[in-house]
């Protein structure tokens, strides 16, 4: 390869195969334009933004806070979630995968935290819990890694093609308005989200490089300024936010450390680190990037320490986002710097209170245009998988069959575990894990011996990677 023809393909985030080439930079590597970084950047922050924000509006209604410090709690979120980010996909030490990874603070943890809250538990008490459970996760990655063996493409493929199904009921529920909302499923909510999806899908027709790998946040542009003269965009609260708010840790108070709460979000934290195991394995075959267990422990830790943090600095356990796994098949664009910058961007907006009012004020509508598109390609990316799985063989097929039923409980029949004990929900109410859950049980049961004809993601990894890297 010519180095003009190396510089052009790093500049479009599609570098060549480094087995042609091992002096060439891998995708996951590339360094873009600063304007294109920053662009690409801004649409990641964009996709993930509506969940960012949820949790602590959620948590600070249950605790009965006041306006302001909800206000306040949201900043802490976005900062805390920029740090995060910044370690996951640059590497600090032993922590970050270094893999284009979006961080976020975990839904699975909104229903203990909430109990808590209901119980007449304080704040100081949940971060405190927050806190012990993100050290609990970063001492139990190194052993959680080694399950990856359990993990041949007939287990990764099921597990990612639940994530993306699963992601999809976001999506539709984004296009429709909103889950809850009085009018879910006006024609004006349907028109915005359906021209976002025309508008993705003709700028990927038509235009190619850089255009194409913004298309996504060109069609939420376009959302955008279809949805203001609809009366669909509410900036409420935009003259009462400040232009600058400092982020500082113990905003309220010292945190309390109590053995109930904290053992609630460990079983939370063992749960998202299943779902986070699925969503870095799906990464890692976007990127062409193969995830090995020390990649795994890597990426685990940083969901620990990120926990850490959000409790330091006034906010929640985080995880992985798995929205933004789709955005990397969308665009095609694997650099984890691209992430970094969307880790500053968050950063900004978490001590920019006024410019985060702004970005908030995107109807969810125009999120979901943009969502079933991505989120299905998360779909697209496990069956992909599951296309190099050998159904000759049977149990391969009653694995699939299983897990994805199983994995689909949640989703079609909400108040189906509703008689269990509070305690299961995280598991329960996530058809990630349990699809996840099944798959990895059902290979070890049906597929005793790993000699089934398939290729693990360890084999994989070394026949497609130069020893070099």
């Known amino acids: ?50 969940g960012a924000i949820a949790v602590p509006l959620i948590i600070g209604a249950a605790l009965k806070l006041p306006k302001d410090q909800i206000a306040f709690l949201i900043s802490a979120d976005l900062f805390a979630v920029g740090i995060a980010t910044l370690i996951q996909s640059v590497g600090v030490w032993k922590f970050g995968i270094r893999l284009p990874v979006m961080m976020g603070v975990t839904f699975a943890a909104v229903g203990p935290m909430v109990a808590m809250a209901n119980a007449g538990t304080g704040l100081p008490t949940i971060l405190g819990a927050v806190m012990a459970s993100g050290l609990f996760t970063v001492l139990v990655a190194p052993f959680f890694s080694r399950m990856l063996r359990f993990f041949p493409p007939v287990v990764t493929g099921t597990i990612i093609t639940a994530i993306g199904i699963t992601l999809l009921q976001v999506g539709i529920n984004w ?26 899908v003709l700028i990927n027709r038509f235009f190619k490089g850089f255009w194409s790998n913004v298309s996504v946040l060109l069609g939420l542009i376009i959302g955008f300024a279809m949805a203001l003269p609809a009366g669909m965009v509410n900036i ?26 904290i053992l609630s979000l460990c079983l939370v934290m063992l749960v998202v680190m299943v779902e986070s195991t699925g969503m870095f394995l799906a990464l890692g075959e976007l990127t062409d990037r193969p995830v090995g267990e020390t990649d795994l422990t890597r990426g685990l830790r940083t969901d620990g320490i990120g926990t850490l943090i959000g409790g330091i600095f006034n906010t929640f356990p985080h995880t992985s986002i798995s929205q933004n796994v789709g955005l990397v098949g969308m665009t095609g664009v694997r650099s984890r ?6 880790g500053v961007i968050l950063l900004a907006l978490g001590l920019l209170p006024k410019l985060a009012t702004i970005v908030a004020s995107i109807p969810v509508a125009v999120l979901g245009g943009a969502g079933i598109a991505m989120f299905g390609m998360v779909a697209a990316t496990g069956i992909k998988i599951l296309g190099k799985v050998n159904f ?25 575990f509703d008689q269990f004990p509070h305690w299961t929900a995280p598991l329960t109410h996530s058809g990630i894990t349990l699809g996840a859950l099944c798959a990895v049980l059902l290979n070890a049961v049906l597929n005793a011996r ?20």
């Not at 195969?17 to 590597?29: C, F, K, L, R, T």
């Not at 000699?451 to 070099?468: C, N, Q, R, V, Y």
């Open 1 to 50: 390869m010519s180095d003009r023809s190396a510089r052009r393909e790093r500049g479009t985030g599609r570098i060549a195969d480094p087995a042609q080439n091992h002096s060439a930079i891998h995708p996951v590597d590339a360094m873009l334009p600063p304007w294109q970084m920053f662009t690409v950047a801004l649409q990641h922050v964009l996709v993930m933004y509506a």
């Open 175 to 200: 296009a429709g308005g909103g889950r809850g909302v009085a009018d879910f499923g006006a024609p004006r909510y349907l028109t915005v989200a359906f021209l976002v999806l025309v508008s993705i």
């Open 236 to 261: 409420s609260g935009l003259s009462d936010a400040p232009w600058f708010a400092v982020v500082y840790p113990f905003a309220f108070g010292p945190p309390v450390f109590e053995i109930g709460p």
């Open 337 to 342: 710097w691209v992430v970094a910058v969307a």
């Open 392 to 416: 000759e063989n049977r149990n391969n097929l009653l694995i699939v069959a299983i897990s994805l039923g199983v994995s689909m409980i949640p989703l079609v029949a909400p108040t189906f």
């Open 450 to 469: 790993p000699s089934t004809g398939e290729k693990t993601i360890e084999d994989a990894a070394l026949e497609h990677w130069p020893a070099s890297h």
